[in-house]
């Protein structure tokens, strides 16, 4: 069975790679767009999950994995909005900047180029890997 791939974003100084690593894993909610909310309600358990840093980062720093699939976000007072669990897998090699990101043909149609304020956005299997190499080379 094929895995989904998903991006995600968060500020750092919001909430970090290095404090979701700490916890060991994260309710992720509070997302308002409901394209995001679509994909949140998306995503199966065990996709993979590109953590990105918004903000001052601006950079994919890690991967995840779907703990647990959508569910009613606690506390929310909205039956459509969803919240999914993510478990951190592991931190990429280096971080992967935007500019890198963007100065590849091959992710100039990914979502992370074209709707760059979408907070959890679908990536292709091919987008993920490339963005997982970009990682690894240097």
Same mark, same amino acid.
């Given at each position: 069975m094929? /895995?989904?791939?998903w991006l995600v974003k968060s500020e750092p100084g919001t909430y970090s790679w290095e404090r979701f690593v700490g916890e060991g894993s994260a309710v992720w909610d509070g997302v308002r767009n409901p394209q995001a909310q679509a994909n949140l309600a998306a995503m199966a358990k065990g996709d993979l999950v590109l953590f990105y840093h918004s903000g001052e980062g601006r950079c994919v720093v890690g991967v995840a994995k779907v703990a647990r699939t959508a569910y009613? *976000?606690?506390g929310a007072g909205d039956a459509r909005r969803?919240?999914?669990?993510?478990?951190?897998? /592991?931190a990429l090699a280096r971080p992967v900047a935007l500019? *890198?990101?963007?100065a590849v043909r091959a992710l100039a149609k990914t979502a992370l180029? /074209?709707?760059?304020r979408l907070s959890v956005m679908p990536l292709?299997?091919?987008a993920y890997e490339r963005?997982?190499?970009?990682?690894a080379a240097r």
């Open positions: 094929a /895995r989904g791939h009613p *976000e606690p969803v919240a999914v669990d993510l478990v951190p897998v /592991r500019a *890198e990101i963007k180029v /074209r709707q760059s292709e299997a091919e963005i997982l190499s970009l990682a």
